[in-house]
């Protein structure tokens, strides 16, 4: 997994489904970091300049209409500076498929997370979070549902419900999923970013589920 630098090849899937984050260009693996830490605990270091990582599989679990319902999407992850960048995104270089975006926000020197879903007829649904993430982590979450309805979480906690008038339609699988950058073809808006988990859940999570996760990474990671 790791090179003679520390630096990232392989991100691997804990989940059994082999969805692994690579990166075979040495110049732009992540590093990672554990003696300089977040909360205690190690981290995978993007520097917003070209590194990246996108995942072996064009979805989630390798079916050609992938992520047509409702997903799940859970992370910790702060900014290194006041920045903008994608933290996770799918199909954003393809106009003709929807987009999942989560990704920074800068204003006034602080940086915030935005959940953000587009369908392909230009219809957005998105939440951008008021907690400053620059050098401050937390578990941030968002269930998306394919009809444009997008829940964020933070800590646990339902923060906002942001209703889409969205036609579902499948996700596909021509894309992979890319981490620290958007699109996947020629990428571009890299973070500048410290991500130390991103958990991806096929299916809508309940309040009870939300929780209980929310309390597993707050304990995990010090939070």
Known sequence: MFGGNEVVTRWKDQSGNSNDFIQATSTKQPSYEYEDTTNGYPYLNFDGTDDFMNCVNNSIDGTTDSLDRAISIFYIAKTNASTTGSLLSLNKENESLPIIDINARANSG?????????????????????????????????????????????????????????????????????????????????????????????????????TTLSTYLKHKYNI
């Open 110 to 210: 602080e940086s915030f997370w935005n959940n953000f879903f587009e369908d392909t007829q230009d219809d957005e649904s998105s939440y951008i979070y008021t907690t400053n993430v620059l050098n401050v982590t937390g578990v941030y979450g968002a269930t998306i549902k394919a009809n444009g309805q997008i829940k964020s979480y933070y800590n646990g906690s339902l923060i906002n419900t942001a209703s889409g008038d969205f036609t579902p339609e499948a996700y596909r699988n021509t894309n992979p999923i890319m981490l620290a950058a958007a699109n996947s073809t020629t990428p571009t808006n890299f973070l500048n970013a410290q991500i130390q988990e991103i958990m991806i859940f096929d299916d809508e999570l309940t309040t009870d589920e939300v």
